[in-house]
């Protein structure tokens, strides 16, 4: 009878993981940075004249970055063929990382698009703004002297900026957003304040707030779909938009914990995006496209070089 019994509730137990966790056993296990870039793997090597299945993919990620648009590339945005426009938006992508501009596919280009980054494209109406930055350098050649030798900063197209009268900023937090992720952002907020001309301050209302910030998930209804764990972790808009959004699936910490985002180091990120900051090409810059897991982050000169060239430029 106890043998029977045991068996029974080692049975009723089988039955409640299979059914409480029915995709434990047949969902394919992904590695940390896929979210969906397993097609990466099959990539090493193509160059242009190649037909490789996964391609179609490559030209999808290129697209929502930026590097290559639907109307330029027409019905060839979802084929497997490796031709001239794919190349030339690959040698784009490598010049914006400091890669060696080959337009092939190589090991050290799909290692660094297989990493977490943030979902504000690289390449606005055909122009970079990784590139733009270094043509910037004239523009303001005497701020940016001033900071370092060299600066590679960027500005959103059109150069938006809050006006000169919107000093101090409130953001506010969507009711529900996770208490333990207040503290870290508003220690990034502090940073940039230290830095810039800007005042920030918590609202009391997220309805009257200048700055919107919230976690979402998938498809939350700005046109900028988070895509699973370990791809797009955040983004922000230009000013005045105002709006920071978080992906709600991914593992945040507070400091440099393994296999989690530090909240404090990618608010840093996208509140430059909201003051109007955009991606810089120099890897230890705050504004450096990727942001990696279990690591810490914070200002560098070239980001504060771009925020002070910007509010100091005329419109």
């Known amino acids: 009878m106890a043998v029977l019994q045991a068996l029974s509730f080692f049975a009723s137990s089988l039955f409640l993981l299979i059914t409480l966790f029915p995709l434990i056993s047949s969902s394919p296990q992904y590695p940390a940075h896929s979210h969906g ?8 090597g193509c160059k ?20 290559l648009s639907h109307v330029q ?6 084929d497997d063929e490796f031709d001239e426009l794919l190349e030339s938006a690959i040698r784009t992508y490598q010049l914006n990382y400091n890669l060696e501009a080959t337009g092939t596919l190589d090991a050290s ?10 979902g504000v494209a690289d ?8 590139n733009s930055g270094k043509k910037m350098v004239n523009r303001h050649r005497k701020i940016s002297r001033h900071f370092h030798g060299v600066s590679h900063f960027a500005f959103f197209d059109g150069n938006p900026k809050w006006p000169a009268s919107k000093s101090h900023l409130a ?45 979402e998930s998938g498809d939350h209804g700005d046109g900028e779909a988070f895509d699973g764990v370990g791809g797009v972790i955040a983004h922000a808009f230009s000013p005045t938009d105002g709006r920071l959004h978080f992906d709600a ?30 991606h810089s090409s120099v890897e230890g810059a705050i504004m450096w496209p990727t942001i ?24």
């Open 123 to 130: 390449v606005f109406h055909g122009k970079t703004g990784m």
């Open 171 to 215: 953001y506010g937090f969507l009711p529900g957003t996770p208490i333990e992720a207040i503290a870290p952002v508003g220690r990034a907020f502090t940073t940039w304040a230290a830095n810039t001309h800007f005042t920030f301050s918590q609202a009391s209302s997220y309805e009257t707030a200048d700055i919107k910030i919230s976690f």
């Open 37 to 44: 870039l397993l097609f990466l793997n099959n990539l090493n």
């Open 249 to 278: 699936i991914e593992t945040w910490a507070i400091g440099a914990v393994p296999n989690s985002f530090d909240m404090e180091t990618v608010a840093l990120h996208e509140i430059g995006h909201l003051l109007g900051l955009h």
């Open 48 to 67: 242009k004249g190649d037909t490789v299945e996964g391609l179609h993919q490559m030209k999808r990620y290129l697209c929502r970055f930026g590097y």
């Open 73 to 78: 590339n027409h019905s060839k945005t979802y």
């Open 109 to 118: 280009t799909l290692a660094l698009m297989s990493k977490p980054r943030c």
């Open 292 to 315: 990696m897991e279990g690591a810490t982050k914070g200002l560098h000169a070239d980001d504060i070089a771009g925020i002070n060239a910007l509010y100091t430029a005329t419109s």
